[in-house]
């Protein structure tokens, strides 16, 4: 299957187990990969025939900005639900949710979720 990916996000918001976290809010960083059947658009050149990866952008910053979840894994699969929702051609969807300024005292990159799911696991 062809893919579309979103590697990289950046977006400040408030996701966290700590008080801290919920109220001061800290970078995230997300990698979407999204499945779906290109073959429309490499014929095309259209972009009805795709879907455009600025509105995976789009949502997936909208999902992170407009609640407060304790988790990532939350958080990761609200993305995939709206993606779901958003657009009937992707198939299957990979979310990596990285938190690279979790309150850990370690050195370390970064925290994250990865998570994999396709359209049947909605019905």
Known sequence: MDKIIVKGLRVFAYHGVNEEEKRDGQNFEIDVTASLDLSAA????????????????????????????????????????????????????????????????ADFDYTAVLINRKRSDFH
Not at 62 to 74: A, I, N, T
């Open 42 to 105: 490499c014929t095309s050149d259209c972009i009805d025939d795709t879907v455009s990866y600025a509105k995976i952008l789009k949502t997936t910053v909208r999902v992170m900005k407009e609640q407060s979840y304790d988790l990532l894994e939350r958080a990761a699969q609200r993305i995939a639900e709206q993606l779901f929702k958003d657009f009937a051609q992707i198939m299957e969807l990979e979310v990596l949710l990285k938190k690279p300024e979790a309150p850990i005292q």
